[in-house]
């Protein structure tokens, strides 16, 4: 096995995971700000029936529904913002898990290699 390439390949992906987690990091905090906005926003609908019995994302489309004119730019952002930075930060998350995975896998041969040698 040689060490020096490996050394360099395995350096690559744990500065590719460290980017990714920094994104990760960046859209669990949109989401989190777009999803506290949105219940915010729920708040007040609360004490009607068909509000309260329906799933939060039924409730986000109801409110989109009922939101008045001059506030739906507003709310569609805080709804585009919950719905883009979920999956992207869903995707990352796989991506640094794989990417663990990897290092991992590495790790161990590299151990295997310098055992068994």
Request: aromatic share 10%; charged share 40%.
């Amino acid at each position: 096995m040689d060490f020096v390439s490996t050394e360099r390949a395995l350096r690559a992906i744990s500065d590719n995971q460290r980017k990714l987690c920094r994104k990760y990091a960046e859209d669990r905090h949109k989401y989190g700000e777009a999803k506290f906005n949105l219940r915010m926003l729920l708040i007040p609908h609360q004490e009607e029936d068909h509000y309260r019995k329906a799933s939060f994302d039924k409730q986000i489309n109801m409110l989109l529904s009922d939101t008045p004119e001059n506030h739906k730019t507003e709310v569609y952002k805080y709804v585009e913002d919950y719905d883009k930075c979920r999956e992207n930060y869903k995707g990352r998350e796989q991506m640094i898990k794989c990417n663990s995975e990897e290092i991992s896998w590495t790790q161990s041969m590299l151990r295997y290699s310098r055992e068994n040698d």
